[in-house]
């Protein structure tokens, strides 16, 4: 694995605890008198960082937690299902109407009953259970939600944009090139450590201006 990722990444916990911030954070900045193109735009990033977030734990830490206690997880993998099929109904929801309203409203709901099941019951028992793996799973979850986004970057760029005042449209334009390439960098492969070449004993420093003195 990339010796950046492992060393830059949180621990699993910390970054499940992080996505909850985010995603809930979007869903506070949307407002029922907001113009349908920004309501739309928040609803589809709010989409995308769940889609993402559950695939990461379906596919990484859930597998990890089900191998120490596999009741630990009965209720997740439902409930993400549940979330999908939300997603889907707000997803074929006009953005102009209460019934979008309606539908982010009901996901949100749902997102922030999983949320608080996770961070009080799922994640100490993470900890306890997993102890200094959440590490090394961590840093594997980090690896593949760059992985996961990567492809989607202009997507998760234009929604950002088009969610955001007319003020700040310059500052996320430079957040998003910069976030950007830092991904393209934490995915590139590991390269070999090459040592500076050294001189020969005849052509060191100080013999090497003395024949050019001379």
């Known amino acids: 694995m990339n010796e950046l990722v492992v060393r830059v990444a949180p621990n699993a916990n910390d970054m499940i605890r992080g996505d909850h911030t985010r995603v809930l954070a979007l869903f506070h900045r949307y407002k029922v008198d907001l113009p349908a193109a920004r309501k739309q735009a928040l609803a589809e990033s709010i989409c995308l960082a769940l889609e993402i977030h559950a695939r ?3 596919e990484i830490f859930y597998p990890a937690l089900r191998r120490v206690d596999p009741d630990l997880i009965d209720k997740s993998v439902p409930e993400h299902n549940e979330m999908r099929r939300m997603i ?3 997803r074929a ?8 309203d309606a ?8 997102v922030m009953r999983h949320v608080a099941d ?4 799922l994640l100490p028992e993470a900890e306890r259970a997993l102890g ?3 590490g090394e799973l961590g840093a594997r979850m980090m690896r593949r939600r760059l992985e ?6 202009g997507e998760l760029a234009r929604n950002g944009v088009r969610a955001l005042p007319g003020s700040l449209l310059a500052v996320a334009g430079a957040l998003v090139v910069g976030a950007f390439f830092a991904g393209r960098a934490l995915t590139r492969p590991s390269l070999p450590r090459l040592s500076a070449p050294r001189l020969p004993r005849r052509l060191a420093p100080a ?8």
């Open 56 to 58: 990461i734990e379906e």
């Open 207 to 214: 013999r090497l201006r003395a024949r050019l003195s001379g």
């Open 132 to 134: 200094a793996e959440l």
């Open 93 to 100: 929801t006009p953005p102009h109407g209460l019934a979008h």
């Open 103 to 110: 539908a982010l409203m009901a996901l949100m709901r749902d």
């Open 88 to 90: 889907s109904r707000l």
């Open 148 to 153: 996961l986004a990567l492809p989607r970057a």
């Open 118 to 121: 996770e961070e009080t019951m």
